[in-house]
């Protein structure tokens, strides 16, 4: 029969890879508790207005990247392209913003987008995301920059740049916003690419982040938020880059660093690795300060970050991690022996060592190629006269040497290393 194949995109992840994403999760898991976020696991479905509303429609994710589905009644749903949608939904739905001033989450998991795929880039990824939702003050932003910059340093990753910016807020962005398109518009029109021409009305700011070197180059002077803010953001700013300056984070301003939609608002960062090329960016994130609101709930200011866990992965490749090596093998001579010998394993689980038994019975030299394979630090030997006996030989795989002991007494062997 014709063999099945995954769906291009979707990877299986053996344990080479599949402990590194452990690693990962260990890490979050040890180091997002320590600022007060705990663990929301969301659905990996939503209805697919949701994520029209959290991401925008116009938003290439939207327009082109979401895997939709209908289900028989017609209403369409979607496999999640990204994470804080899904998160808004749960704490609105459940009512957390009436029970807590402050509620900080965090969700680790599989993520959907229909791009074409690269390295670094699958259509089936994962992501690490962070929210916190409450607070407006500016230790908040500061405080879960540390934090995921704290994250990635315990993974060992080297080599990062944070960059900040700020976007305003909507009592100084829109002016902002008219000065830019109008410095925009004085512009040689037939320079700027289509996309920065039709953005021009739409959205100026995304004028700013276009990659093509001819808009880069054009707009290289085009006024800086940072100096069109009001005094609030400006101050608001001042005191995110204090506590980094305290904490001694580095970081870079970046004039270009924007955001398309409406809902984002003052500080945005963004995590760039000088490893992995035009695929740079691992972290990104800011604060959503009108995102609940959008999305139908009150008026919660909020701030978040998600991290590409492929994208982390590949900057991990090749790194050593602890040998996985399994305690015991416990060989089976003969068929009389089967029961001792699945007893035996399950008596030393329950000590707490790993290992299994060689299920077949086989000869000698068979049953010791298989405990070698296996690479156990011990294996442990039942033929029929052990059985009789009531004994088992233990053979240190490391020296060679080996004895016999009462089968009760074999847990306790094999904590000599
Ligand atoms: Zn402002
Ligand atoms: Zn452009």
Same mark, same amino acid.
């Given at each position: 029969?014709?063999?099945?194949?995954?769906?291009?995109?979707?990877?299986? =992840?053996?344990?080479d890879?599949s402990r &590194?994403?452990?690693m990962m999760?260990?890490? %979050?898991?040890?180091?997002?508790?320590?600022?007060?976020? !705990?663990e929301?696991r969301?659905?990996l479905m939503?209805?697919?207005? &949701?994520?029209?509303?959290g991401? *925008?429609t116009?938003t290439?994710?939207v327009q082109?990247?979401?895997y939709c589905?209908?289900?028989?009644?017609?209403?369409?749903m979607t496999?999640?392209?990204?994470a804080? %949608?899904?998160?808004?939904?749960?704490y $609105?739905?459940n009512?957390v913003?009436?029970r807590? %001033?402050?509620?900080?989450?965090?969700? $680790?998991g599989?993520?959907f987008?229909?791009?074409?795929p690269?390295k *670094?880039?699958?259509?089936?990824? =994962?992501?690490?995301?962070?929210?916190?939702?409450g607070?407006?003050?500016p230790?908040a932003?500061?405080?879960?920059?540390?934090?995921m910059?704290e994250f990635?340093?315990?993974?060992?990753?080297?080599?990062?740049t944070?960059q $900040?910016?700020?976007l !305003?807020?909507?009592?100084?962005?829109?002016?902002?916003?008219k000065?830019?398109?109008d410095?925009?518009?004085?512009l040689?029109?037939d320079?700027?690419?289509p996309?920065?021409?039709?953005?021009?009305?739409t959205?100026?700011?995304?004028?700013?982040?276009c990659?093509?070197p001819?808009?880069?180059?054009?707009?290289a002077?085009?006024?800086?938020i940072l100096?069109?803010?009001?005094?609030?953001?400006?101050? =608001?700013?001042?005191?995110?880059l204090?506590?980094?300056?305290?904490?001694?984070v580095?970081?870079?301003i970046?004039h270009?660093?924007?955001r398309?939609?409406?809902?984002?608002?003052?500080t945005?960062w963004?995590?760039?690795?000088?490893?992995?090329?035009?695929? *740079?960016?691992?972290?990104g994130?800011?604060?959503?300060?009108?995102?609940v609101?959008?999305?139908g709930?009150?008026a919660v200011?909020?701030?978040?970050?998600?991290?590409?866990?492929?994208?982390?992965?590949l900057?991990?490749?090749?790194?050593?991690?602890?040998?996985?090596?399994?305690d015991?093998?416990v060989?089976?001579?003969?068929?009389t022996?089967?029961?001792?010998?699945?007893?035996?394993a399950?008596?030393l689980?329950?000590?707490?060592?790993?290992?299994?038994?060689?299920?077949?019975?086989?000869?000698?030299k %068979?049953?010791?190629?298989q405990?070698?394979k296996?690479?156990?630090r011990?294996?442990?030997?039942? *033929?029929?006269?052990?059985?009789?006996?009531?004994?088992?030989?233990?053979?240190?795989?490391e020296?060679?040497?080996?004895?016999?002991v009462?089968?009760?007494?074999?847990?306790g062997c &094999?904590?000599?290393?």
């Amino acid at each position: 029969m014709a063999q099945i194949q995954a769906i291009k995109g979707f990877a299986d =992840h053996f344990q080479d890879s599949s402990r &590194l994403f452990e690693m990962m999760e260990a890490t %979050a898991r040890e180091v997002f508790p320590r600022y007060g976020f !705990g663990e929301l696991r969301t659905p990996l479905m939503e209805y697919t207005d &949701l994520f029209c509303r959290g991401i *925008g429609t116009e938003t290439d994710v939207v327009q082109k990247e979401m895997y939709c589905i209908q289900d028989s009644k017609g209403r369409s749903m979607t496999l999640r392209p990204e994470a804080t %949608a899904g998160v808004m939904r749960a704490y $609105i739905e459940n009512g957390v913003h009436a029970r807590e %001033a402050v509620s900080k989450f965090f969700t $680790i998991g599989p993520m959907f987008r229909h791009e074409r795929p690269q390295k *670094g880039r699958m259509r089936q990824f =994962h992501q690490i995301n962070c929210e916190c939702l409450g607070p407006k003050e500016p230790e908040a932003d500061a405080e879960i920059i540390c934090m995921m910059m704290e994250f990635l340093g315990k993974l060992g990753l080297k080599n990062l740049t944070l960059q $900040i910016n700020s976007l !305003g807020c909507a009592s100084c962005r829109p002016q902002y916003r008219k000065t830019l398109h109008d410095w925009l518009a004085a512009l040689d029109q037939d320079k700027l690419c289509p996309d920065c021409k039709r953005r021009m009305e739409t959205n100026p700011l995304r004028v700013l982040d276009c990659k093509v070197p001819t808009c880069k180059e054009l707009t290289a002077a085009a006024p800086v938020i940072l100096e069109n803010e009001c005094p609030d953001c400006k101050a =608001h700013f001042d005191a995110v880059l204090r506590h980094l300056d305290a904490e001694g984070v580095p970081y870079q301003i970046n004039h270009r660093l924007v955001r398309g939609l409406d809902y984002y608002t003052r500080t945005t960062w963004e995590v760039v690795s000088n490893e992995i090329g035009s695929q *740079g960016s691992v972290a990104g994130g800011g604060r959503y300060d009108g995102l609940v609101e959008q999305l139908g709930g009150p008026a919660v200011p909020g701030i978040g970050f998600a991290c590409g866990m492929e994208r982390l992965a590949l900057l991990l490749e090749g790194r050593e991690l602890p040998e996985v090596r399994p305690d015991f093998y416990v060989a089976v001579l003969d068929d009389t022996c089967r029961d001792a010998a699945f007893g035996l394993a399950q008596s030393l689980r329950r000590a707490g060592f790993a290992g299994t038994m060689g299920y077949e019975s086989r000869s000698m030299k %068979a049953t010791m190629r298989q405990a070698g394979k296996s690479n156990a630090r011990f294996t442990l030997i039942i *033929g029929t006269n052990e059985l009789a006996a009531g004994t088992v030989i233990v053979k240190n795989m490391e020296s060679g040497e080996q004895r016999e002991v009462p089968a009760g007494e074999a847990a306790g062997c &094999l904590t000599i290393a």
